[in-house]
């Protein structure tokens, strides 16, 4: 073996050896810090779910079957009060808005009435247009809307689009109102 082929070879030994030692402490710190990226989603959603229905004393999830995983998803979740009445259903609803997915929380008085409000947690709609889904302007049309009204304005209902984003503010709606309607067949 030539001196230029010994010196690649140990190049590439080496590569190789700083290559494994830095997947080895990625795998070493993904664990914890997955079980605590966990337990922080968690806190931001009962967070979420607390501003949309304050007079809840807690949230009961309301879980689907179990998937392939033995795992249960929590498809939405009973608001309840001190005494354990149901007050209100809350949820988190994804749906696909302009430029991508766009996940929104919601909250329905527990006659299916009223939206109580909703909070938009993520999107990748365009900043400037879209993206004003985010705005109290926008998200404080939702509080206390009769579900009857739950609509653009064009379309009759009393949610006002966003001038240049019709797609991103009807997906909002889609999203609200699709989800509650599930919730309203799943307790009926």
Same mark, same amino acid.
């Given at each position: 073996?030539? *001196?230029?082929?010994?010196?690649?070879?140990?190049?590439?030994?080496?590569?190789?050896?700083?290559? #494994?030692?830095?997947?080895?402490?990625?795998?070493?710190?993904?664990?914890?810090?997955?079980?605590?990226?966990?337990?922080?989603?968690?806190? #931001?959603?009962?967070?979420?779910?607390?501003?949309?229905?304050?007079?809840?004393?807690?949230?009961?999830?309301? *879980?689907?079957? =179990?998937?392939?995983?033995?795992?249960?998803?929590?498809?939405?979740?009973?608001?309840?009060?001190?005494?354990?009445?149901?007050?209100?259903?809350?949820?988190?609803?994804?749906?696909?808005?302009?430029?991508?997915?766009?996940?929104?929380?919601?909250?329905?008085?527990?006659?299916?009435?009223?939206?109580?409000?909703?909070?938009?947690?993520?999107?990748? =709609?365009?900043?400037?247009?879209?993206?004003?889904?985010?705005?109290?302007?926008?998200?404080?049309?939702?509080?206390?809307?009769?579900? =009857?009204?739950?609509?653009?304005?064009?379309?009759?209902?009393?949610?006002?689009?966003?001038?240049?984003?019709?797609?991103?503010?009807?997906?909002?709606?889609?999203?609200?109102?699709?989800?509650?309607? *599930?919730?309203?067949?799943? *307790? #009926?």
């Amino acid at each position: 073996m030539s *001196e230029s082929n010994k010196d690649t070879a140990v190049i590439i030994g080496k590569l190789f050896l700083i290559s #494994a030692v830095a997947a080895l402490m990625l795998a070493v710190t993904y664990i914890p810090t997955q079980a605590q990226l966990e337990q922080n989603i968690i806190a #931001a959603q009962k967070a979420i779910l607390a501003d949309l229905v304050p007079e809840a004393a807690n949230f009961d999830p309301v *879980e689907g079957p =179990e998937n392939a995983a033995g795992d249960r998803e929590v498809l939405y979740y009973r608001a309840v009060d001190g005494s354990g009445n149901i007050i209100a259903y809350a949820f988190f609803q994804q749906q696909v808005g302009s430029q991508g997915m766009i996940v929104v929380a919601g909250a329905v008085d527990s006659s299916f009435s009223n939206l109580l409000g909703m909070d938009v947690l993520s999107h990748v =709609e365009t900043p400037g247009l879209g993206a004003k889904i985010t705005t109290p302007a926008f998200k404080n049309q939702f509080r206390g809307v009769p579900m =009857e009204q739950l609509a653009l304005s064009r379309s009759g209902g009393s949610i006002d689009a966003i001038t240049g984003a019709t797609v991103s503010s009807q997906a909002v709606v889609n999203a609200l109102d699709t989800k509650i309607n *599930e919730i309203e067949a799943a *307790e #009926a």
